[in-house]
């Protein structure tokens, strides 16, 4: 008996040995730092010379449990505006400030499976006027969320799979337009009006250095109804039904090198489909239509784009790029307009392309320092230009230093 009873003790440490080694064993650490920093000057066609500024700091660290888990911890903070520049002056550029942070956890399966799940909140700050302060503005935003994914190696072929599901909420947004032309006793709220919900799915697969990428997000908004040409008993124009968007994206590409030289071109297509419509007044204080100035379907496009982008080694310490890139927009539904605002029966299209070219030095294996030139030329049907310019040329150049371990 005290034999038996000896083996089992030995048997029971020997058990709780190796499942402290396996499962319970010190996680590793690595640490993960990342800042690019951008300061760059456009100048174009039309306007004003505007100074860039463009700053990125991540900070992270992944901790590697055992061979089958890991966790990876991930914050980012990200400003957007201008540069060199004061704050205030007759013409104010957008800024943003943007801070994220990402949970991920990453199984790897006894049947080679990656599994991975994630936890993320980004909080967006943005100033798009003087009267307005960080933490005021009209379209700063929340979004929090997480995704569900998995990955697998089949051969030669690796396909993954995964859904995400984030709630998009701007608390200082409100419709002042639609508070002023509307004339009913009961106005409903025009806050939350962009809050909705974010879905979706998306499949990868990557065989011999192609990837192509397909994608279905679903816009699902909580008060943003849709615009009816008929005047409804609040005195707005707005219907009972909410408005609801949908965009299919697909994406495919190829890596390939020649000696030095790496090409890698890429293929995009999207399409958005949007009950949303369009109601025209001639000014922001009528509270009448326009004649025949109703549109059904006025967001609903699809888009391609084209990019060819090369690089070439030139030393080890120096690298040179040049990329060339072309987008085509086509509206399903949206009317062009001319100069003077009419609407044309021609549908608005609108194209550009892009050229940049530049060097990388890479003076050590965790810095690099990149020069750069960027044109690009934007033509449309559409010519009634009084908020937003679609016709025009653009040139900028800059340099970016990016340190990274």
Do not use: C
């Amino acid at each position: 008996m005290k034999k038996n009873g000896l083996n089992i003790s030995v048997a029971a440490f020997a058990i709780v040995a190796v499942i402290s080694s396996v499962s319970f064993a010190a996680p590793k650490f690595a640490p993960y730092y990342n800042l690019q920093l951008t300061e760059g000057i456009s100048l174009p066609s039309r306007g004003d010379l505007i100074f860039d500024l463009n700053l990125v700091n991540d900070l992270g660290v992944l901790a590697r449990i055992n061979p089958e888990h890991s966790v990876l911890g991930f914050y980012q903070i990200k400003y957007t505006g201008p540069g060199i520049k004061r704050q205030e002056g007759e013409q104010f550029t957008d800024r943003t400030m943007d801070h994220m942070f990402v949970f991920r956890h990453t199984w790897t399966t006894p049947w080679d499976m990656k599994i991975k799940s994630q936890f993320d909140y980004w909080k967006e700050f943005r100033r798009s006027g003087t009267n307005e302060l960080w933490g005021t503005g009209l379209y700063d935003m929340n979004r929090v969320g997480g995704l569900v994914g998995a990955e697998k190696v089949l051969g030669e072929f690796k396909v993954g799979a995964a859904l995400q599901y984030h709630s998009m909420l701007f608390p200082n947004y409100t419709d002042l337009v639609a508070e002023i032309r509307s004339t009913g006793d009961d106005v409903t709220s025009s806050e939350g009006k962009q809050d909705h919900a974010l879905v979706q799915v998306g499949a990868t697969a990557e065989w011999n250095k192609v990837k192509a990428v397909l994608d279905l997000t679903l816009q699902n908004y909580f008060k943003q109804k849709t615009i009816t040409n008929v005047a409804q008993a609040d005195g707005t124009f707005y219907s009972g039904a909410l408005q609801q968007d949908s965009i299919t994206s697909i994406r495919a590409g190829r890596d390939f090198q020649y000696g030095v030289a790496g090409i890698s071109p890429e293929i995009k297509w999207s399409g958005r489909t949007s009950n949303q419509n369009y109601l025209h007044f001639d000014s922001v204080t009528s509270t009448t239509p326009a004649a025949n100035g109703f549109f059904g379907n006025y967001y609903s496009n699809s888009q391609i784009s084209i990019a060819l982008p090369v690089i070439v080694r030139i030393t080890k310490k120096w690298d040179t790029f040049l990329s060339w890139e072309q987008e085509i927009k086509s509206y399903s539904d949206r009317p062009a307009r001319d100069e003077d605002g009419n609407f044309l029966t021609d549908k608005q299209s609108n194209v550009s392309q892009y050229v940049s070219l530049g060097f990388n030095n890479h003076p050590n294996d965790v810095t690099t320092l990149t020069y750069y030139y960027v044109t690009q030329n934007s033509s449309s049907n559409m010519k009634y230009e009084k908020y937003f310019p679609y016709n025009f040329s653009a040139a900028s150049f800059g340099i970016r230093f990016s340190y990274q371990y």
